[in-house]
């Protein structure tokens, strides 16, 4: 028989059953929209919490902690780290830097600041991406480049905390320091505790440069970027190590600048390197970190539970199959007594049951690309509207990109091979069925 | 063309055990030739619908061999004889057997829809048919739409349309009055002779068997007799 004859038999006996089979359909469809909604939330929560790791970081970036002994303990890195960092395929720039044990004083004329002072590697910097909004970058041992926002938080030294700021964080349009900081000296005043009593330092320094704005917009780079030479003046006042202001105990023969760096970066040429060369770090004892690593076990915890979730829905699907098998079962004894003329006067077994299996996968076919379009519908909604109703009954605001569904093409595929599969299958055994239909028995209307 | 080698079948009654067994054909040999009608008589329940079911792969015999047109059609698998009825048989019933769902026109035309056969010639043979059995009028008519002698006549028309060699018909003017049952036995005479069909044809009416070259009486599943008509 012809393929479009049996479709003409599927499409006569639906025409003959319309509610029976609408309401399949209906159960199948329902049955895969639960599915694909159910497990769109899984991959909805996962773009959103990727999307929102890789945007607040800098992909290509491996933070490098520390080197793992083999006591288990770890070291600071050390310029000969930094030498091996560099020597590896795919590395763009190795960033060292290390922090100012305290917080010192900045002041020029009457404005003041407290800020982060860091000592930098400037080549490995550039390389890196850190760019010069204007100026220079420094050539003298007390000349220094400052963040972007470093100017945005100078203030008048006679004013009080509490009245410099306006509502929203920023400073008062009055307390602004206005003037050109490149060429300006600046004074560093860092301190030392004798016992109680506090004993201050003054360096004189020159700014030369300001660094641009951080690419994130919610990054704040307020630092001082000394020189090395600096740094030393500092410990050698302190007498403690980063120029710490008190002495702590097991300090004393560290006089002088370490020689280690508190925070190394690597930065790969590309995306992909950082994989490799994350994993050759931890073949080599590094104990690094990085998005991709974290990408890699956000990942696999989403893939667990999409699969767990597609597990449920699944059911959802198996529970509609049961009214296709019902439904395909009633079919078939209906149809009895035409399937035993039609065998008597020639039709092929093969020929019933391909009809009976063309029929439960039209319901399967149909209900799937109704089960798809109404979860895309379903998924819009609840991404419209959920927020909506969450911040109106918790007056709680969230994220511009929050995303609770999201239904990819793979979901798609999953979904409807699962729908499919489970609709032909429970479609087979009344299909069999029907081919074992007895001629005699149906002739004489017995079944 | 049809040869039966003794043939035996029996009945297994109620599904408990011990089983009872209804011998119902005992060891019944006989062969039709190529365009012969043979008619089967006998009394109501001595077996003869048995028999055709049998020779039409309806059910499979206990013991012995039926031959058709050169094959042994009792080591058919279903598929296989599904195959060869359409090749080879056509069927008339007593009950017409017409699919009610399904209008004149598209019961005659279902065998050939069965063989694959393209539309366009599944048009030209029906309609052929239909003029040829006078039902051309007729053709969007539901079964329940036409009287017995007009569903007869779709019935035969339906066994026509593959141009099969052999038409095995159960009691066929069984449900009719005696006009329109001489017009079905003309009918048959008719196209025994324009297209060499070979008839089996099983009846309890003597006016049927006396179309028949020749008859065969059974009697308690035994064969009685095998003799010429007159
Ligand atoms: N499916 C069956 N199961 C059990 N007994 C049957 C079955 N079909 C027919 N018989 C019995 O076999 C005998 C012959 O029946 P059948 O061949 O229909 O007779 P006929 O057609 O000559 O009237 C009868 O006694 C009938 O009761
Ligand atoms: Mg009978």
Same mark, same amino acid.
């Given at each position: 028989?012809?393929?479009?004859?049996?479709?003409?038999?599927?499409?006569?006996?639906?025409?003959?059953?319309?509610?029976?089979?609408?309401?399949?359909?209906? $159960?199948?469809?329902?049955?895969?929209?639960?599915?694909?909604?159910?497990?769109?939330?899984?991959?909805?929560?996962?773009?959103?919490?990727?999307?929102?790791?890789?945007?607040?970081?800098?992909?290509?970036?491996?933070?490098?902690?520390?080197?793992?002994?083999?006591?288990? +303990?770890?070291?600071?890195?050390?310029?000969?780290?930094?030498?091996?960092?560099?020597?590896? /395929?795919?590395?763009?720039? &190795?960033?060292?830097?290390?922090?100012?044990?305290?917080?010192?004083?900045?002041?020029?004329?009457?404005?003041?600041?407290?800020?982060?002072? &860091?000592?930098?590697?400037?080549?490995?910097?550039?390389?890196?991406?850190?760019?010069?909004?204007?100026? +220079?970058?420094?050539?003298?041992?007390?000349?220094?480049?400052?963040?972007?926002?470093?100017?945005?938080?100078?203030?008048?030294?006679?004013?009080?905390?509490?009245?410099?700021?306006?509502?929203?964080?920023?400073?008062?349009?009055?307390?602004?320091?206005?003037?050109?900081?490149?060429?300006?000296?600046?004074?560093?005043?860092?301190? +030392?505790?004798?016992?109680?009593?506090?004993?201050?330092?003054?360096?004189?320094?020159?700014?030369?440069?300001?660094?641009?704005?951080?690419?994130?917009?919610?990054?704040?780079?307020?630092?001082?970027?000394?020189?090395?030479?600096?740094?030393?003046?500092?410990?050698?006042?302190?007498?403690?190590?980063?120029?710490?202001?008190?002495?702590?105990?097991?300090?004393?023969?560290?006089?002088?600048?370490?020689?280690?760096? /508190?925070?190394?970066?690597?930065?790969?040429?590309?995306?992909?390197? &950082?994989?490799?060369?994350?994993?050759?770090?931890?073949?080599?004892?590094?104990?690094?970190?990085?998005?991709?690593?974290?990408?890699?076990?956000?990942?696999?915890?989403?893939?667990?539970?999409?699969?767990?979730?597609?597990? &449920?829905?699944?059911?959802?699907?198996?529970?509609?199959?049961?009214?296709?098998?019902?439904?395909?079962?009633? $079919?078939?004894?209906?149809?009895?007594? !035409?399937?035993?003329?039609?065998?008597?006067?020639? $039709?092929?077994?093969?020929?019933?049951?391909?009809?009976?299996?063309?029929?439960?996968?039209?319901?399967?076919?149909?209900?799937?690309?109704?089960?798809?379009?109404?979860?895309?519908?379903?998924?819009?909604?609840?991404?419209?509207?959920?927020?909506?109703?969450?911040?109106?009954?918790?007056?709680?605001?969230?994220? !511009?990109?929050?995303?609770?569904?999201?239904?990819?093409?793979?979901?798609?595929?999953?979904?409807?091979?699962?729908?499919?599969?489970?609709?032909?299958?429970?479609?087979?055994?009344?299909?069999?069925? $029907?081919?074992?239909?007895?001629?005699?028995?149906?002739?004489?209307?017995?079944? | 063309?049809?040869?039966?080698?003794?043939?035996?079948?029996?009945?297994?009654?109620?599904?408990?055990?011990?089983?009872?067994?209804?011998?119902?054909?005992?060891?019944?040999?006989?062969?039709?030739?190529?365009?012969?009608?043979?008619?089967? *008589?006998?009394?109501?329940?001595?077996?003869?619908?048995?028999?055709?079911?049998?020779? =039409?792969?309806?059910?499979?015999?206990?013991?012995?061999?039926?031959?058709?047109?050169?094959?042994?059609?009792?080591?058919?698998?279903?598929?296989? @004889?599904?195959? @060869?009825?359409?090749?080879?048989?056509?069927? *008339?019933?007593?009950?017409?057997?017409?699919?009610?769902?399904?209008?004149?026109?598209?019961?005659?035309?279902?065998?050939?829809? =069965?063989?694959?056969?393209?539309?366009?010639?599944?048009?030209? *043979?029906?309609?052929?048919?239909?003029?040829?059995?006078?039902?051309?009028?007729?053709?969007?008519?539901?079964?329940?739409?036409?009287?017995?002698?007009?569903?007869?006549?779709?019935? *035969?028309?339906?066994?026509?349309?593959?141009?099969?060699?052999?038409?095995?018909?159960?009691?066929?003017?069984?449900?009719?009055?005696?006009?329109?049952?001489?017009?079905?036995?003309?009918?048959?005479?008719?196209?025994?002779?324009?297209?060499?069909?070979? @008839?089996?044809?099983?009846?309890?009416?003597?006016?049927?068997?006396?179309?028949?070259?020749?008859?065969?009486?059974?009697?308690?599943?035994?064969?009685?007799?095998?003799?010429?008509?007159?």
């Amino acid at each position: 028989m012809r393929l479009k004859d049996q479709l003409a038999f599927v499409r006569q006996n639906v025409k003959k059953n319309k509610v029976r089979t609408f309401m399949t359909i209906l $159960a199948t469809a329902m049955g895969c929209t639960f599915l694909i909604v159910l497990a769109s939330i899984g991959y909805g929560l996962q773009q959103t919490i990727v999307e929102d790791t890789l945007e607040q970081q800098i992909v290509t970036k491996i933070d490098i902690h520390g080197y793992e002994k083999e006591d288990g +303990r770890f070291r600071s890195l050390t310029m000969d780290d930094i030498d091996y960092l560099e020597s590896i /395929d795919g590395v763009k720039a &190795v960033t060292r830097r290390n922090h100012l044990q305290q917080i010192p004083t900045f002041s020029t004329g009457d404005y003041i600041e407290e800020a982060e002072a &860091v000592i930098a590697h400037f080549p490995s910097e550039i390389k890196s991406g850190l760019k010069l909004k204007e100026g +220079r970058l420094p050539k003298n041992a007390n000349e220094i480049v400052i963040g972007y926002h470093f100017p945005k938080h100078l203030h008048p030294d006679s004013i009080k905390e509490q009245d410099l700021y306006s509502k929203d964080g920023e400073l008062k349009e009055n307390y602004q320091y206005k003037e050109e900081l490149i060429g300006k000296s600046i004074k560093m005043t860092v301190k +030392r505790l004798d016992g109680e009593k506090e004993v201050t330092h003054i360096i004189p320094l020159k700014v030369v440069g300001i660094l641009e704005k951080p690419t994130k917009e919610w990054m704040q780079d307020r630092n001082v970027y000394i020189s090395q030479e600096v740094l030393e003046e500092i410990v050698g006042f302190t007498g403690t190590p980063n120029g710490n202001p008190r002495q702590e105990e097991g300090m004393e023969e560290a006089n002088k600048a370490a020689d280690t760096f /508190d925070e190394v970066k690597v930065y790969t040429t590309n995306l992909e390197a &950082v994989k490799g060369i994350s994993d050759q770090l931890d073949d080599a004892n590094y104990a690094s970190y990085s998005v991709v690593k974290e990408m890699e076990q956000i990942n696999m915890l989403f893939t667990i539970a999409k699969a767990g979730l597609i597990l &449920v829905g699944t059911i959802a699907i198996l529970i509609a199959s049961i009214g296709i098998y019902n439904t395909m079962t009633m $079919a078939v004894t209906e149809r009895a007594p !035409d399937i035993g003329i039609m065998k008597a006067i020639g $039709a092929n077994p093969r020929t019933i049951k391909r009809i009976f299996l063309l029929e439960s996968s039209y319901i399967g076919v149909i209900g799937a690309v109704v089960g798809v379009i109404v979860a895309y519908a379903v998924s819009f909604l609840v991404n419209f509207g959920l927020p909506i109703i969450i911040e109106a009954a918790f007056t709680e605001q969230l994220p !511009d990109n929050l995303k609770f569904s999201a239904i990819p093409g793979t979901l798609i595929v999953i979904s409807v091979s699962i729908c499919l599969a489970v609709t032909i299958l429970s479609g087979m055994r009344p299909a069999k069925r $029907a081919t074992q239909i007895d001629v005699l028995k149906a002739m004489r209307r017995e079944i | 063309m049809i040869n039966v080698k003794q043939l035996s079948h029996s009945f297994t009654l109620g599904k408990k055990d011990p089983k009872t067994t209804l011998p119902v054909l005992k060891d019944i040999s006989f062969n039709v030739k190529r365009g012969e009608i043979v008619s089967v *008589i006998g009394k109501s329940g001595s077996g003869k619908s048995t028999l055709l079911n049998l020779i =039409s792969g309806f059910s499979q015999p206990t013991e012995g061999e039926i031959w058709i047109d050169g094959q042994q059609v009792t080591n058919f698998t279903e598929a296989e @004889f599904a195959d @060869f009825r359409l090749s080879h048989l056509g069927f *008339i019933f007593q009950s017409f057997q017409l699919i009610p769902s399904m209008t004149a026109y598209q019961n005659i035309e279902l065998p050939l829809v =069965s063989k694959g056969v393209n539309e366009y010639d599944r048009k030209q *043979i029906t309609i052929e048919l239909l003029k040829k059995t006078g039902l051309i009028n007729y053709q969007g008519h539901y079964p329940s739409e036409l009287s017995g002698g007009q569903q007869q006549r779709v019935s *035969i028309a339906r066994a026509l349309v593959l141009n099969p060699p052999i038409i095995l018909a159960d009691e066929p003017t069984g449900s009719l009055d005696s006009e329109t049952e001489a017009d079905l036995l003309q009918f048959i005479k008719q196209l025994n002779k324009e297209r060499g069909i070979t @008839f089996l044809i099983i009846t309890h009416d003597d006016a049927v068997a006396a179309i028949g070259n020749r008859t065969i009486a059974i009697k308690d599943g035994r064969l009685l007799e095998v003799g010429d008509a007159q």
